[in-house]
């Protein structure tokens, strides 16, 4: 199985804040990587496939970058609606695994 | 805009068998573009994969579930299902159903929570 870390587990930061969130493949993935944002109470949302493709509707404040083992989420300007946890998804193969999620707190 | 919903008991007892269902709206769960995927969440943790099914019936299950879990379609009442057998503590969390595109979940339900008590 492909192994998913993220970094750093949570993260504060104020409105305006650029907030980046890593994740490392335990092996190399090329692109295939989707990044998604979880609101409390609510399922999932993909922001990004294809490590960068950003899904239709999604601010162009997030955008997603990385190939093989290491990837980054970017939040160039950190919105009130922005606090939240990021989950990174290997989907390079099955077994689909998850990173262990970046909770985004308000500083 | 398509919907998916999921249903089934809240409440399992420990060593019985979970079972939801997933019903897809304003979409064909028959469709060749997609696979159809249950994930979980325990209480206040992070995002586990469950399984994957395709509308011809082919599976895939994650290795620490599999010789557990039974996921079945029903193209006739564009649905699918999924069974979790021999069910404890540890298996009680939010249930959702999803449609992947390959193995990227594009629509998710809005989740079902299973409490596993006696």
């Known amino acids: 199985d492909i192994q998913m870390t993220q970094s750093p587990s949570s993260v504060s930061a104020s409105v305006g804040d650029r907030v980046t969130i890593t994740c490392r493949a335990s092996q190399g993935i090329s692109s295939w990587l989707a990044w998604y944002q979880q609101k409390p109470g609510k399922a999932p949302k993909v922001l990004v496939s294809?490590?960068?493709s950003l899904q239709s509707g999604v601010p162009s404040r997030f955008s997603g970058s990385g190939s093989g083992t290491d990837f980054t989420l970017t939040i160039s300007s950190l919105q009130p609606e922005d606090f939240a946890t990021y989950y990174c998804q290997q989907a390079n193969s099955f077994p689909i695994t998850f990173g262990g999620g970046t909770k985004v707190e308000i500083k | 805009q398509l919907q998916l919903q999921e249903s089934g008991p809240g409440l399992v007892k420990p060593s019985e068998t979970l079972s939801l269902t997933c019903t897809v709206s304003d979409g064909s769960i028959s469709s060749s573009r997609y696979y159809w995927g249950w994930i979980r969440q325990p209480p206040g943790k992070g995002l586990e994969w469950i399984g994957t099914i395709y509308y011809s019936g082919s599976t895939y299950y994650n290795p620490s579930l599999k010789s557990r879990v039974t996921i079945s379609v029903d193209t006739s009442k564009n649905r699918f299902s999924l069974k979790l057998s021999s069910v404890t503590a540890a298996d009680t969390a939010v249930y959702y159903c999803?449609?992947?595109?390959?193995?990227?979940?594009?629509?998710w339900g809005q989740g079902t929570l299973v409490t596993v008590s006696s």
């Open positions: 294809a490590a960068s």
């Open positions: 999803a449609r992947q595109v390959g193995t990227t979940s594009d629509y």
